[in-house]
Structures are given as C-alpha cells and as structure tokens.
C-alpha cells in the first residue's frame, strides 16, 4: 500500500538561522506525534548541510530543490548529485514548473537528471503540471501525457518504484488558488491510469501522486481525503512550523 507524502518546497526561502527555527519548530511540533505519512523538507542548498544535522534521528527527511545531470565539470553554479549526498540528500526535486519556465528546462533535460539521480540512489520528486492557458484549451491530459511519457523515457518499472510524481497545475502555484479536490482528483486518476498503461496496474497503484499548488491547512484534508492524491508539495505554507505541520496532521 503506498504511503502518504508530505514535502516542503522552501524555493529561494531560508537563511540558515530561519533553517534552524523552521525546523527546529516543526520537530517539536511533531514530538511524540504518530505520523502517517513520510515528512521531507527542501530548504535551499546554502541549508543543506545545517538541515541535515537537524533532522538526524528525526521523523523528517531531506531533499534538495535541484540537480545537473552531469557528474562534475565547468558547469558554474550548478549542483552534483554526489555534493547533495555529502550532505545527506535522500531526494531531489526536478521539473518543477520555475524550472521549466523560468530557467527553461526542457523534458528532455528533466529525463536526464531523474536517470542520473535513480543511478545513483537519490529518489527523485517528479513534478508535472499544465498551464492556465493549456487548461483552458482543455488540453491538460495532453500536456501531462507529453510530460510524463518524456521525462520517464528510459526508467524501468523497477526504478519508477523510487519517484514520487507531484501534480502541480502552474495556475495554481502561489497564486492563492487551487485546484478543486475534484479537479485535482481527475488528474490524479488520468496520472495512475497512464502509468498502468506504460508499466503496469500494480505499478501504477503503488506509485505516489502529490498534489501541488497553494496547498494550505484550510484546503489539504479535503485535498488528501481523495483516492488518488497521496500526499502534497507545499510552497508558502511549509515556510511557517505550524501551518506546514497542520497539513502533516491532515493526513
């Protein structure tokens, strides 16, 4: 049965003393609690290393935001995958929308960063996701199609085990609005769907599908309580111990 998921995207958010009261604070809001679901957190890369020593022998597990799909070289500002293991990175987060429209990455780029992080045990989380343009064309299940089908070419069954995919509809992230449960929901079920079609009914049931996009505590238990969505990607909200916590306990 697969396991419910919630993840903190901190984006450019996070100096290293807000990294050490964030999750300090969310480690005491969680003290003695019987969590259900898996908690990861993505502060920025400047925080790793100090949000690794703060979350050892925790409930809580790290990602980073970001990932080159090369080993090393004369690549300036980028970030390896062994620099993100040195410091104690389970996962790293790739195609996130900002990804693709502001740095302009392609699913091209994306496929190759999640074959070098499965290659080598980091555990990506995948993200997909339309635009308000290309939702109200009606084309988002082509665009999620196109999405999925390049950015997972050349994972096997075995390796999809390992990605978590997040559906993040771009209108709805940091904008304040947010897709219905039911929108979210239909999406959700066309992902799984898909992904019997491409590997498997058992695959697919296994695989873990967030939901992303201004997910808040007001609106994540009716979010959560859908079939399909197994957990959430949070933005704004995971940057305050509370509000972020009051989602983990939606679940």
Not at 40 to 51: G, H, K, N, Q, W
Not at 58 to 82: P, R, V, Y
Not at 151 to 171: Q, R
Request: with cysteine; proline share 3%; charged share 25%.
């Amino acid at each position: 049965m697969r396991k419910m998921v919630i993840a903190g995207n901190w984006k450019m958010h996070g100096e290293l003393n807000e990294t050490v009261n964030l999750i300090s604070g969310i480690k005491n809001l969680l003290e003695d609690y019987d969590l259900k679901c898996d908690v990861i957190v993505a502060p920025p890369f400047t925080s790793l290393e100090t949000a690794n020593t703060l979350v050892k022998d925790s409930q809580i597990k790290l990602s980073a935001q970001n990932m080159h799909f090369e080993d090393k070289g004369a690549f300036t500002g980028e970030i390896s995958h062994s620099m993100l293991k040195s410091v104690g990175c389970e996962y790293v987060i790739l195609g996130h929308s900002e990804r693709r429209s502001i740095f302009g990455e392609t699913d091209e780029i994306i496929n190759k960063k999640i074959i070098k992080a499965l290659s080598v045990g980091l555990n990506p989380i995948f993200c997909i996701g339309e635009t308000l343009e290309e939702r109200e064309a009606n084309i988002t299940e082509k665009v999620v199609e196109t999405q999925i089908r390049k950015g997972l070419e050349n994972v096997s069954e075995s390796d999809l085990a390992k990605i978590i995919v997040a559906y993040e509809p771009v209108w709805a992230i940091g904008t304040g609005k947010v897709a219905t449960p039911e929108q979210a929901q239909d999406v959700h079920y066309f992902i799984r769907n898909l992904i019997s079609q491409m590997y498997s009914k058992e695959t697919a049931e296994n695989l873990t599908i967030q939901y992303g996009g201004s997910v808040k505590p007001d609106n994540a238990a009716g979010l959560l309580s859908k079939p399909d969505i197994d957990g959430a990607l949070v933005g704004g909200a995971c940057l305050k111990a509370d509000s972020f916590v009051d989602i983990i306990k939606a679940c």
